[in-house]
């Protein structure tokens, strides 16, 4: 009797520890509804900013702002490039704004892809060196909302078309050919050209991406200069990276139906017994062409061969 009893005991704790396990091994339809609804928001919140990071660069990071209309979501965006506005508390580690404290947004307005914002005088109240990276960050900020394609930038009404300190001339819309970070090497007054490259570098082990617009008297096709030098893998006297090999080269670049095809040399791949290409990589490249080409897709080819495609 003793020994039944007790057998009947273990059986009904192994089929209670089974049901738990089972339980916890499939979960209701409901767990996972509410964990996907969790990550879905989340993404969605998630916005390009351009802060200055502890080189003293433009850096592209991100921030979270919760807001569907686009003039609402370029004047969270901006205010968060202001020193000592709210959203700074939200900025990631090792990142700030660029735009002086106490620097007002006094109107925006958005339309036909042009995003107009309006700013206090106090908007030019900073150094020489740092106009026109002010006029950078707004620039490249407000356009990397998708629907934003161009940017006009107003002083108490006023177009602003001169910095004072730097004596910079502005166009009076601007777009992401103002460029960025800019590096200049030009020989003459001709054929000046303007090539974005984005570079890797690091905060606390934490990658994120440096743009820098090499102006220069080159004029080859900007893919070609963007390539060559991805490649090099270090800009002259900083810590900027690449992860492109030394020598990967690219053979071909067309434009066929909006979209950017670049055929390369097997030196593309990160490892050649898989003939796999860096994440890395292909969004140093992607990002690089979005900046300098109109274009819808790029495709990636190693002896007219397709082996990625970003759209």
Same mark, same amino acid.
């Given at each position: 009797?003793?020994?039944?009893?007790?057998?009947?005991?273990?059986?009904?704790?192994?089929?209670?520890?089974?049901?738990?396990?089972?339980?916890?091994? #499939?979960?209701?339809? !409901?767990?996972?509804?509410?964990?996907?609804?969790? =990550?879905y928001?989340?993404?969605?919140?998630?916005? +390009?900013? #351009?802060?200055?990071?502890s080189?003293?660069?433009?850096?592209?990071?991100?921030?979270?702002?919760?807001?569907?209309?686009?003039?609402?979501?370029?004047?969270?965006?901006? %205010?968060?490039?202001?020193?000592?506005?709210?959203?700074?508390?939200?900025?990631?580690?090792?990142f700030?704004?660029?735009?002086?404290?106490?620097t007002?947004?006094?109107?925006?307005?958005?339309?036909?892809?042009?995003?107009?914002?309006?700013?206090?005088?106090?908007?030019?109240?900073?150094?020489?060196?740092?106009?026109?990276?002010?006029?950078?960050?707004?620039?490249?900020?407000?356009?990397?909302?998708?629907e934003?394609?161009?940017?006009?930038?107003?002083?108490?009404?006023?177009?602003?078309?001169?910095?004072?300190?730097?004596?910079? +001339?502005?166009?009076?819309?601007? @777009?992401?050919?103002?460029?960025?970070?800019?590096?200049?090497?030009? +020989?003459? /007054?001709? @054929?000046?050209?303007?090539?974005t490259?984005?570079?890797?570098?690091?905060?606390?082990?934490?990658?994120?991406?440096?743009?820098?617009?090499?102006?220069?008297?080159?004029?080859?096709?900007?893919?070609?200069?963007?390539?060559?030098?991805?490649?090099?893998?270090? %800009?002259?006297? %900083?810590?900027?990276?690449?992860?492109l090999?030394?020598n990967?080269?690219?053979?071909?670049? !067309?434009?066929? /139906?909006?979209?950017?095809?670049?055929? #390369?040399?097997?030196y593309i791949?990160?490892?050649? +017994?898989?003939?796999?290409?860096? @994440?890395?990589?292909?969004?140093?490249?992607?990002?690089?062409?979005?900046?300098?080409?109109d274009?819808?897709?790029?495709?990636?080819?190693?002896?007219?061969? =397709?082996?990625?495609?970003?759209?």
């Amino acid at each position: 009797m003793i020994k039944r009893m007790s057998l009947k005991k273990i059986a009904i704790c192994i089929s209670a520890i089974s049901a738990i396990f089972l339980f916890y091994l #499939f979960p209701t339809n !409901n767990k996972l509804k509410v964990k996907e609804e969790l =990550e879905y928001v989340s993404d969605e919140k998630l916005s +390009t900013i #351009f802060l200055n990071d502890s080189n003293n660069y433009l850096a592209m990071t991100s921030i979270n702002i919760d807001d569907e209309s686009i003039t609402s979501k370029g004047r969270k965006l901006i %205010t968060a490039l202001i020193q000592g506005e709210k959203y700074e508390d939200n900025l990631p580690n090792g990142f700030k704004g660029v735009i002086p404290a106490d620097t007002k947004i006094l109107n925006t307005y958005f339309k036909d892809g042009v995003f107009k914002i309006d700013f206090s005088e106090t908007l030019l109240d900073t150094s020489k060196e740092n106009e026109e990276k002010v006029i950078e960050a707004i620039v490249y900020t407000l356009t990397s909302i998708d629907e934003v394609k161009f940017v006009i930038i107003y002083l108490n009404g006023e177009i602003l078309t001169l910095l004072p300190k730097s004596n910079i +001339t502005l166009p009076a819309t601007l @777009d992401r050919s103002f460029g960025i970070n800019k590096e200049y090497d030009i +020989t003459n /007054n001709k @054929d000046i050209t303007k090539t974005t490259i984005y570079y890797i570098n690091k905060y606390n082990d934490i990658e994120y991406y440096v743009p820098v617009t090499k102006v220069n008297n080159d004029t080859r096709e900007k893919a070609e200069i963007i390539i060559e030098e991805l490649s090099i893998n270090r %800009t002259y006297n %900083t810590n900027l990276m690449s992860y492109l090999n030394t020598n990967a080269k690219v053979i071909a670049v !067309n434009k066929k /139906n909006n979209d950017m095809i670049l055929d #390369f040399n097997n030196y593309i791949y990160s490892d050649s +017994t898989d003939n796999e290409v860096s @994440d890395e990589v292909i969004k140093q490249v992607c990002l690089s062409i979005k900046d300098n080409y109109d274009i819808n897709s790029i495709i990636f080819t190693v002896n007219n061969k =397709e082996i990625y495609k970003s759209t």
